[in-house]
């Protein structure tokens, strides 16, 4: 309520309401696309949408009801409030229920006993066999990092974790790049294995983008997805990112996408989302 805007002009910007923010660009408010917007005029509240943000303007789309009453040139809208969305804390809070059950202790908190089990356990699973010499990507990996890629290429304690870990500048995302690449051409070592379809996750955006931009000397926008979130549009991504992104689809739409390239690379929320597409359809989010 500290950023609502009173007696407020809109002017028609193609399908969209555009709203001047004076404080936009330094973010007071805060405002990204997606956001709900609170018009209230004439003593009706419309509920309206955030379809893009310029740098002091805000574009927004309502219901056709409100856009053919609404007379730009003489009307001004009583009250203007932008909401917080709410959506990535639901979907944070919808994976932590979750996992227990989903992943299940062996992944969650690892223990010596899991190990054991998952040693003696004989299943029908082909396992992942690693090669003998390896065409690595990197030619600046230690023996470390490559001893690192091959038992993540083996996956024999799976569904536990193998965790890379260190300071910064100490090559873990090169490593993981390389595993990345390792795994994704599996089956040119052996016609016996099958493609391995990966999901690469990053908690920010700015760390997937990172993680496209290396790996995109190897995998083509046809091997590779960068899943934008609703909120980010491709003019906001690195431009060697941009090839690999899909915008303006919605979730529906972006799975055939995703199931057509071996590689979708993505925030984890945006990920989790995905994953929650159709059940939060069915509830009602």
């Known amino acids: 309520q500290l ?10 910007s193609g399908r969209f309401l555009k709203l001047y923010v004076a404080g936009l660009a330094e973010g007071r408010p805060s405002v990204l696309r997606g956001d709900v917007v609170l018009c209230l005029w004439k003593g009706k509240e419309y509920r309206g949408r955030v379809a893009a943000v ?3 303007d805000v574009l927004m789309e309502f219901h056709p009801t409100f856009h053919n009453r609404f007379n730009v040139n003489i009307d001004r809208v009583d ?3 932008f909401t917080f969305g709410r959506t990535i804390f639901r979907t944070s809070h919808a994976g932590v229920f979750r996992a227990p059950k989903d ?6 908190m690892p223990h010596s006993v899991h190990v054991s089990r998952l040693r003696l356990r004989h299943d029908n699973r082909p396992q ?7 065409r690595w990507a990197s030619h ?39 595993a990345v690449y390792q795994l994704a051409n599996l089956h040119n070592y052996d016609c016996n294995q099958e493609k391995v379809n990966i999901l690469l996750v990053a908690p920010s955006n700015d760390a997937v983008d990172i993680l496209v931009e290396k790996l995109s000397p190897y995998f083509p926008p046809s091997e590779m997805i960068r899943v934008l979130a609703y909120t980010r549009s ?13 915008d303006g689809m919605e979730p529906y739409q972006l799975i055939p996408e995703i199931m057509s390239v071996q590689i979708t690379v ?8 995905l994953a929650f597409t159709g059940e939060t359809a069915r509830k009602g989010y």
């Open 79 to 81: 009250r203007v409030r």
């Open 266 to 273: 993505a925030t984890v929320n945006m990920a989790a989302r």
């Open 3 to 12: 950023f609502d805007m009173e007696s407020v002009s809109l002017v028609h």
């Open 128 to 134: 992942r066999v690693c090669p003998r010499s390896l």
């Open 103 to 108: 992943m299940g202790p062996a992944m969650l």
């Open 234 to 246: 491709t003019n906001q991504v690195p431009e060697v990112v941009r090839p690999y992104c899909r």
């Open 140 to 178: 600046s990996l230690n023996q470390e990092q490559k001893y690192a890629v091959q038992q993540i290429i083996k996956a024999s304690l799976r569904p536990m974790p193998y965790v890379i870990f260190g300071p910064p500048g100490t090559g873990k995302t090169t490593t993981l790049v390389e």
């Open 54 to 56: 310029e740098l002091l």
